[in-house]
């Protein structure tokens, strides 16, 4: 199952819309120019579509078959590449990747689709054989209709550029595809302000948060970025001090039990080095984007796991993909083990079950301690 919020209405209503060949708008929003509009680009609600498709065959819902089809691409392209499986466990396990799968929120298929995107430059790059900039510049721009944050991308093609510069043919590929990308988001936004007379429907307000506040909420945002295991439901001091001693435990194991061995998996590979590379690049110029948007402008959300998630994921999956393969584990399957069951207990929202448990069993419905939003 997954949390139902209020954006995740909204987008479910916007992909009714989109089948019904409605405006897409929502009706009881209205911006500075007195327009009815949709504060949420069409890429996600498109997506969900894709889940309705299945959602009626396999008796489940659109979201979960959206994200289980999305997994399962992801890991088939993985397994294809022969990049470590291990490496992708482990991030599908932490704290921040499940509680972004289980919301409604867009923010899980941004980060597939990045995946997929940094694997196909890798792929390319690999094999010195850069060719359709129109295609990658088309997958770039409706990464950026499923969340506008994807406009982060053209600082990676810059990246690209720069780093390509001595090469002619490499750099007139990335030359093209941030022109062709560029053209495209000037189009959206001339839409935009055609049909609801602002770039992106709606308004985004300056933000009025103290500097100091600011900065105190990101580092507790970083650090519970960092805390892979923690405790989003709130129920215990406890828990939350569990998954940091686990964490340092874990960080032990793997300095200690560690050797600097070639595994299988070909460390040598060029294509294992980009794939990481591009990876951990994606999640730093994401943060790059997105931690001076938020410190400017208004959002609901701090600096929290949906703002903050999709570049730690990235980041971290460079980092397991690069670790993984430079080093031979030993006793694979019992980190695995150990990983999922922590991640799994961290991440339970133990209040929600307790007061379930409660009700079912001695019918008392009272709240014994509050309860935790989902």
């Not at 993985?78 to 992708?88: A, D, E, H, N, Q």
């Not at 591009?278 to 929290?304: C, H």
């Amino acid at each position: 199952m997954h949390y139902q919020t209020v954006d995740g209405d909204y987008y479910f209503l916007l992909a009714n819309k989109i089948r019904n060949g409605q405006d897409f708008v929502i009706e009881g929003l209205k911006n500075a120019s007195g327009r009815h509009f949709s504060p949420y680009p069409p890429g996600y609600p498109l997506l969900l579509n894709v889940g309705v498709f299945f959602e009626n065959t396999l008796q489940l819902s659109a979201v979960l078959c959206l994200h289980f089809f999305l997994i399962f691409v992801l890991g088939w392209i993985w397994i294809v590449k022969k990049l470590p499986v291990i490496s992708l466990i482990t991030i599908c396990f932490t704290d921040t990747f499940m509680e972004l799968a289980c919301n409604q929120w867009s923010e899980f298929s941004f980060i597939i689709a990045l995946f997929l995107a940094a694997i196909w430059i890798s792929e390319m790059e690999s094999k010195k054989n850069l060719h359709h900039p129109l295609a990658l510049s088309l997958f770039f721009f409706f990464i950026f209709l499923i969340r506008y944050a994807g406009i982060f991308t053209i600082g990676f093609i810059i990246l690209k550029l720069w780093q390509s510069f001595r090469e002619k043919a490499e750099f007139k590929f990335w030359l093209k595809t941030g022109v062709a990308l560029g053209i495209l988001v000037l189009a959206w936004f001339s839409f935009q302000i055609w049909a609801f007379g602002q770039p992106t429907g709606g308004d985004r307000y300056a933000n009025n948060q103290t500097n100091g506040l600011l900065a105190f909420d990101l580092l507790v945002g970083i650090a519970n970025q960092i805390l892979i295991f923690k405790d989003w439901s709130g129920s215990s001091y406890q828990s939350f001090v569990l998954g940091l001693i686990f964490t340092v435990f874990f960080l032990i194991w793997a300095l200690f039990y560690s050797r600097g061995k070639a595994s299988s998996f070909k460390p040598k590979s060029k294509f294992n080095s980009l794939i990481s590379n591009n990876l951990i690049y994606s999640g730093l110029l994401y943060f790059l984007f997105i931690i001076p948007l938020r410190w400017y402008f208004y959002f609901a959300e701090g600096y929290d796991f949906r703002l903050l998630g999709p570049g730690t994921i990235l980041i971290l999956l460079g980092f397991s993909v690069r670790f993984f393969i430079d080093f031979q584990i030993r006793k694979k399957m019992l980190l695995i083990c150990l990983w999922v069951m922590a991640s799994c207990f961290f991440s339970l929202p133990k209040k929600e079950i307790y007061l379930k448990f409660q009700e079912r069993i001695w019918g008392n419905t009272e709240t014994v301690f509050p309860q935790s939003s989902p």
